[in-house]
């Protein structure tokens, strides 16, 4: 575990490591959103209640979920970086960013949409999980705008950072707002304990979860991968694989400094 600690400091060992995962990922995601979307909008029943509008829910939901989990994962990259002065934790904070922002975004949206015939309105200011959500993509917001504004790297990776951890405060409102306050959100459908859905239903949206998890996965570390490259533009590791030279990086014949 220590040895494994030490090599996610190391910028090129992360860059040579998850080339595979990534095109992995990327492939997983791609068949489980497919699979997930295509069941949910073509063979899952309508809802007894809603009618079609329901199937909105097989974006909306993975979308959102996995928004909250990006910006979790901010909050973790912020305090490795904060405490241990990681350069790949301040890597994946610039990486993640964007991501976790369209993913609110589309969210809040595929949110509005399923509003207007459920509830009546695209949008109620009173209900606590929308602002909740709406004050997580002011988060992103503000981080891009602060990376952005900042011409020290260490000064942008250190504000964003604490902001990151600051702001994870409002997950947990997210999460138990319909149960702390009155919201026209129902509460949730799934849990640990109990499924309040049959299977032709739940099942792909279990499906599009997780290829939406993939995406992430493989839309960071493309990300991180490109930042590395433009870090480490000037070391002759780079300078090697750019060259095609992966055989003698692998091997440890050029150095990384």
Request: proline letters at 4%; glycine letters at 8%; one cysteine or more.
């Amino acid at each position: 575990m220590k040895r494994l600690w030490h090599r996610l400091g190391s910028p090129r060992w992360f860059f040579q490591m998850m080339a595979p995962w990534q095109w992995w990922l990327g492939l997983l995601a791609a068949l489980l959103l497919l699979t997930g979307t295509f069941w949910g909008l073509v063979y899952a029943p309508a809802d007894y209640q809603q009618g079609e509008s329901f199937r909105i829910i097989y974006v909306h939901v993975p979308t959102v979920i996995v928004a909250q989990s990006v910006y979790m994962a901010l909050g973790i990259s912020g305090f490795v970086l904060l405490v241990w002065r990681m350069k790949l934790a301040d890597v994946a904070l610039k990486a993640m960013v964007p991501f976790g922002m369209a993913l609110t975004a589309l969210g809040l949206f595929t949110g509005a949409v399923w509003g207007r015939p459920t509830w009546g309105t695209y949008w109620e200011w009173t209900d606590a999980r929308l602002i909740s959500t709406l004050i997580l993509l002011f988060l992103y917001f503000g981080l891009y705008a602060l990376r952005e504004s900042l011409s020290s790297a260490e000064a942008a990776g250190r504000g964003c950072a604490i902001l990151a951890i600051v702001g994870l405060v409002n997950i947990p409102v997210i999460k138990y707002s319909v149960e702390w306050w009155t919201t026209l959100h129902q509460g949730e459908t799934i849990t640990l304990t109990r499924i309040r859905m049959p299977p032709e239903m739940y099942i792909p949206l279990l499906i599009n979860l997780l290829g939406m998890y993939c995406l992430f996965g493989y839309v960071v570390i493309a990300r991180m991968r490109n930042e590395i490259l433009r870090r480490e533009r000037e070391t002759t590791w780079v300078a090697a694989w750019l060259r095609g030279k992966k055989d003698d990086v692998g091997n440890g014949v050029i150095d990384g400094h």
